[in-house]
């Protein structure tokens, strides 16, 4: 079974700021099975990434992802008010991360 | 508009059963994996069950192993998932998604609580 690591489990950032989140499978992976969720206070998850890298319909260009084995990164280059959320990577249609919660420092 | 509506959840006292569902409109349901996820209060998100296009192929949380069945129906655009034998630690948000892309999911529904508790 793939366990997902990410971290840090809280950043705390300024809008503005560039943000680097971090998940990390348990063993190698396809890039084509890691998918990456926002996830808003009282909403649903959001699709940002699938693939890896390809972003989902909607998604503004300041969001990115990128890595390969065991070890990928979602980007968020500049934090606009509501990207403060909980992140999510998944691996295969299956298992979750942790998360990553990203709030106001 | 796509779209994905849960519903049937509740109260339930332990050892009880639920059966949720989940309506989709908007795309041809029969063309998709679906999937039914969970998330305890306070907690991440955990993958239940999926489900492919034909119902032939349903892998499935080994903890729940057992005790949860998923199904669909395509003539009814419907997704169902029966949970049996409930436990405090089923407690939870179920949501339902469909998978438009290889080993993600695009479109939620907005959930529904199931809470266990006598």
């Known amino acids: 079974e793939i366990v997902l690591t990410q971290s840090p489990g809280t950043l705390s950032l300024s809008p503005g700021e560039r943000a680097t989140l971090s998940c990390r499978p348990s063993?190698?992976?396809?890039?084509?099975?890691l998918a990456w969720y926002q996830q808003r206070p009282g909403q649903a998850p959001r699709l940002l990434i699938y693939?890896?890298?390809s972003k989902a319909p909607g998604i503004p260009d300041r969001f990115s992802g990128s890595g390969s084995g065991t070890d990928f990164t979602l980007t968020i280059s500049r934090l606009e008010p509501e990207d403060f959320a909980v992140y999510f990577c998944?691996?295969?249609?299956?298992?979750f991360g942790p998360g990553t919660k990203v709030d106001i420092k | 508009e796509v779209q994905l509506v849960e519903s049937g959840g509740g109260l339930v006292q332990p050892g009880g059963s639920l059966q949720l569902s989940c309506a989709a409109s908007?795309?041809?349901?029969?063309?998709?994996?679906l999937t039914w996820v969970r998330q305890a209060p306070g907690k991440g998100l955990e993958w239940v069950a999926n489900?492919?296009?034909?119902?032939?192929?349903?892998p499935l949380l080994d903890s729940v192993r057992g005790r949860f069945f998923i199904s669909r129906d395509n003539a009814k655009n419907s997704l169902y998932l029966q949970i049996n034998s409930l436990r405090a630690e089923d407690t939870a948000v179920y949501y339902c998604?469909?998978?438009?892309?290889?080993?993600?999911?695009?479109?939620w529904g907005q959930g529904t609580v199931v809470t266990v508790s006598s």
């Open positions: 998604a469909r998978s438009g892309y290889p080993s993600a999911f695009d479109i």
């Open positions: 908007g795309f041809t349901f029969g063309d998709f994996w």
């Open positions: 489900i492919n296009p034909d119902g032939s192929n349903r």
């Open positions: 063993q190698t992976v396809s890039s084509s099975s």
């Open positions: 693939g890896a890298s």
């Open positions: 998944q691996h295969d249609g299956g298992t």
